[in-house]
Structure formats: C-alpha cells, structure tokens
C-alpha cells in the first residue's frame, strides 16, 4: 500500500513546524555534513575575534591538516601572510559590525600548493538565538571554477584571459575596453561588478600571483621576475609586492626555500 500523500499545511501550522523543526535541529552536525559534500566549497567559522571555530574538511586540507582540532584556535595570521591575513579581519569585522554579509567577494587566496590564486568569498554573521552577533562564517570557491558556470559578463573573462596571457605588456585599461567591446566606463564598472576591484588593481594582483608562482621555482631572480612580469623595475615589484604580500619577493623566496617547498 503506497504511503499517505502528506496535506500542505496553513500558513500559520506551516511556521509553527518550521519554528519546532529548527529548534530541533544540530546545527553542528548539520552544518558539518552539509559543506562536506559540496566539491570545491571550502567552509569556516570564526568568533568575534576572527579565531576559526570550525572548518570543513576541504578548508582543513588546503593547509595540510588532518583533524578540525588542529585548526580550532587559530587565526587568519597563522595561516596567511600578514597583509593578506590584516585584509581578511577587515571583512570580518566589518560583517559583525553590520550584521550584513558580504557576497561574491573575487580575491587571493592560497590555493592547495599555498600560491596565492582567485577565489570567490561569501561571508555572512553568525547569529545567536537572542539576535547577537557571535561572529562570522564563509565559503572560498576557486573563482576560476565558478566562472565556468556562471559568466554574468563574457567580454570581461575575454578581457582576464588577456590579461594572464600578456602580463609582460604594459596593459592599458582603454585597450583592454576596446577589446572587450565597452567604453571605459562600462568596462570600469562591470569589471567592478566582477571582481569588486578596478582594472589597474587586478592587473598588479595578478602580477603578484604569478610572481608568487615564479619565486617558488627557486631559479629565478627578482630583477628577471620584474622584467618578465611587466613591472617598472625591480624597486616597483618589491613595492607591489609587500603591498599585497606583507613581505618583500626576496623574503617569500627565502621562507619557501626554508620550508623545503622547492619539491
């Protein structure tokens, strides 16, 4: 005998099970199982003052941990380069401050092999049954895996793709809106829309990642870096390159080299 058909419910009985069915509910357990089986998603939690509380296993891996124990306590500076780490806390405490989340953030972030890639960021405020604000959660999704499945804007990935493959080249935001089909202005604003920076910032973001990328191989020196990846002179990629990193080129190739990340 096939199972009763179950009746909707009114809006009020509705709300009312919805209320007990919440209250019911493990959200540690909940929360666990659900980002476990998302691929790609890494998940965190943290409390007001930006310590984790909590991670899934794809965030624990990403810097080679085996246990949620182990990632318990810390803070974004033990695991990030300290500029990076310092812009991580801003959006924190700018989420608890607002109670407001903040969606689609496109920034760098150190992919499994601990170069600095993009990824795409949600955080939101973690609230407490009385209303308060306990601290803030988030997901980090390579930005490059989302793209291709959603591309809310195909001229501006016309004009990223570009961008990686001709970094040597002194890259001009009116040729690259050109290239894109769009004045300077749309292009401004939709590549806003994107990546929540302007043009000019991605460019030497991305100058940078792949900086990271070429001073881990261990053979390359900084003038070479420079030249090769279109910066002025050696002096403006150190520049750019504390600014973004927290540390100058030659100190991030020297602790890679310390680390025995060479291999």
Same mark, same amino acid.
């Given at each position: 005998? #096939?199972?009763?058909?179950?009746?909707?419910?009114?809006?009020?009985?509705? /709300?009312?099970?919805?209320?007990?069915? $919440?209250?019911?509910?493990?959200?540690?357990?909940?929360?666990? /199982?659900?980002?476990? !089986? @998302?691929?790609?998603?890494?998940?965190?939690?943290?409390?007001?003052?930006?310590? $984790?509380?909590?991670?899934?296993?794809?965030? *624990?891996?990403?810097?080679?941990?085996?246990?949620?124990?182990?990632?318990?306590?810390?803070?974004?500076?033990? $695991?990030? #380069?300290?500029?990076?780490? /310092?812009?991580?806390?801003?959006?924190?405490?700018?989420?608890?401050?607002?109670?407001?989340?903040?969606?689609?953030?496109?920034?760098?972030?150190?992919?499994?092999?601990?170069? #600095?890639?993009?990824?795409?960021?949600?955080? *939101?405020?973690?609230?407490?049954?009385?209303?308060?604000?306990?601290?803030?959660?988030?997901?980090?999704?390579?930005?490059?895996?989302?793209?291709?499945?959603? =591309?809310? !804007?195909?001229?501006?990935?016309?004009?990223?793709?570009?961008?990686?493959?001709?970094?040597? /080249?002194? *890259?001009?935001?009116?040729?690259?809106?050109? &290239?894109?089909? @769009?004045?300077?202005?749309?292009?401004?604003?939709?590549?806003?829309?994107?990546?929540?920076?302007?043009?000019?910032?991605?460019?030497?973001?991305?100058?940078? =990642?792949?900086?990271?990328?070429?001073?881990?191989?261990?053979?390359?020196? @900084?003038?070479?870096?420079?030249?090769? *990846?279109?910066?002025?002179?050696?002096?403006?990629?150190?520049?750019h390159f504390r600014k973004e990193m927290g540390l100058t080129p030659l100190?991030? =190739?020297?602790?890679?080299? &310390?680390?025995?990340?060479?291999?």
């Amino acid at each position: 005998m #096939p199972p009763k058909k179950p009746e909707s419910l009114s809006a009020p009985a509705a /709300e009312a099970e919805r209320a007990a069915y $919440l209250e019911a509910m493990d959200p540690r357990r909940n929360i666990r /199982e659900l980002f476990e !089986y @998302l691929p790609g998603i890494s998940f965190f939690m943290k409390n007001r003052r930006s310590i $984790l509380m909590g991670a899934n296993r794809s965030f *624990l891996e990403r810097f080679g941990f085996d246990s949620e124990e182990e990632i318990v306590g810390k803070s974004d500076f033990d $695991l990030f #380069p300290e500029k990076m780490a /310092e812009h991580f806390r801003t959006d924190d405490r700018a989420v608890m401050q607002s109670g407001k989340a903040k969606i689609n953030l496109v920034e760098l972030f150190p992919n499994r092999q601990g170069i #600095p890639d993009w990824f795409l960021t949600n955080k *939101l405020p973690v609230h407490a049954r009385d209303g308060a604000i306990l601290g803030v959660m988030g997901t980090v999704q390579n930005y490059e895996l989302k793209r291709r499945i959603e =591309q809310p !804007y195909p001229e501006i990935a016309r004009a990223v793709d570009y961008i990686r493959a001709h970094l040597e /080249e002194p *890259l001009q935001v009116k040729k690259l809106a050109r &290239m894109a089909g @769009l004045s300077v202005r749309q292009f401004d604003r939709k590549f806003k829309e994107t990546f929540n920076i302007t043009p000019k910032s991605f460019i030497i973001k991305t100058r940078v =990642q792949q900086a990271c990328e070429l001073l881990r191989k261990g053979d390359a020196t @900084l003038s070479d870096v420079a030249c090769d *990846l279109g910066f002025y002179d050696q002096s403006s990629f150190t520049l750019h390159f504390r600014k973004e990193m927290g540390l100058t080129p030659l100190r991030y =190739q020297k602790q890679f080299r &310390m680390t025995g990340g060479g291999g």
